[in-house]
């Protein structure tokens, strides 16, 4: 197989290298119609200096090589690629089913609503909770004049801040809280849910859980689902 093919195999036809080559034997077919030209115009008196011509040509031959190995290294590099994708995808293949934790500040909307899991380091006189959309366009926000320390649930129902209803899908919340002396308190989020499927999405494998993409790096624990049907 050639290189040529396997680049069209890898989706790099239009890769830099490949442009760099097209765009090289087109300047190739120009230098050699006019080195035709100028032989064949050439002062018989005054004869064209062949060693240029051999040192441009020598150049053209040295910039081809570099772009026949550059385009062996866009393969191999496309290929790595896939078989760390495909590592990451059997990996993924064995949360199917099983409870996946993230450290994430995500949370899925549908017809119910959304929640996030937070937990305050300490006691927090003042909290304002902002919800992002997946583009990062802040949706709603909402104060609250304090809040007690450790885990607690933080519910949007989905209204906006504008009053309009926001669609289903995946949204990020960013609480921000400060102490009464005006020192911001910590703040922690916990993701849990049922890893349901995996898929791809911009090109990378992804696990779609409870309604929320995560990427294998993102996981921080994995648990066997409690089967409610299992025998007593």
């Known amino acids: 197989m050639t290189i040529a093919e396997i680049n069209a ?29 100028q032989l064949t115009n050439q002062d018989p008196l005054n004869p064209t200096d062949s060693n240029e011509f051999t ?8 910039v081809e090589q570099n772009i026949a190995t550059n385009q062996n290294l866009e393969a191999l ?13 059997s ?13 994430l500040n995500v949370a899925a909307l549908d017809e119910t609503g959304a929640s996030w899991n937070i937990d305050l380091g300490s006691g927090a ?3 304002e909770y902002e ?24 519910s949007w129902d989905g209204e906006q801040t504008s009053g309009a209803t926001a669609g289903n899908g995946q949204y990020y919340l960013v609480v921000k809280a400060e102490s009464a002396g005006g020192n911001t308190v910590d703040v922690s989020y916990n993701f849990e849910g049922e890893a349901e499927s ?35």
């Open 125 to 127: 006189a003042s909290v």
């Open 198 to 232: 995996m898929e791809t999405v911009n090109g990378k494998p992804v696990l779609k859980v409870g309604g929320v993409y995560l990427t294998l790096e993102q996981i921080t624990t994995v648990s066997v689902t409690n089967n409610n049907n299992s025998p007593a």
């Open 91 to 103: 990996a993924m293949i064995n949360y199917l089913g099983k409870t996946v934790g993230s450290y």
């Open 55 to 62: 040192n441009q040509l020598v150049n053209f031959t040295n």
């Open 9 to 37: 195999g890898l989706g790099l036809v239009n890769s830099a290298a490949n442009t760099a080559s097209t765009n090289l034997a087109s300047n190739f077919d120009d230098f050699l119609t006019l080195l035709t030209t």
């Open 131 to 154: 919800v992002y959309d997946v583009n990062g366009t802040k949706v709603y926000s909402e104060e609250a004049s304090g809040a007690s320390a450790g885990a607690q649930v933080f």
């Open 77 to 89: 590099l496309q290929l790595q690629q896939l078989n760390q994708q495909n590592g990451t995808a």
